[in-house]
Nanobody, 122 residues
């Protein structure tokens, strides 16, 4: 049973920073972060390939967010800087063993965490 557990969400003022963590069952995955704001569809945020060498970011977070992973700790991170009210959402980590590269589509991922709330006040 693959498990993904997010943590690190919270309330922060605009311009501030947060770091999300996603602890995962040991294996080799292509992984990603998605988010779902109030009344919105779940959208892609960032991803890296199974090797970890290739990454991708949505245009809305590029230059402000950084995805990374600590293989020894089986943990993926999302460092979020210069946060904006539009970043307010539930953030989900996702993983799949079916891909070598990454995908921006929710349907490509088989395993999901429970989500962690990020609220950015203006």
């Amino acid at each position: 049973q693959v498990q993904l557990v997010e943590s690190g969400g919270g309330l922060v003022q605009a311009g501030g920073s947060l770091r999300l963590s996603c602890a995962y069952s040991p294996s080799n995955y292509a992984m990603a972060w998605f988010r779902q704001g109030p009344g919105k569809d779940r959208e892609f945020v960032a991803a890296f390939s199974r090797s970890g060498y290739s990454t991708s970011y949505s245009d809305s977070v590029k230059g402000r967010f950084t995805i990374s992973r600590d293989v020894a700790k089986n943990t993926m991170y999302l460092q979020m800087n210069i946060l904006k009210p539009d970043d307010t959402a539930v953030y989900y980590c996702a993983a799949t063993q079916r891909l070598v590269f990454y995908s921006r589509n929710t349907s490509a991922y088989d395993y999901w965490g429970q989500g962690t709330q990020v609220t950015v006040s203006s």
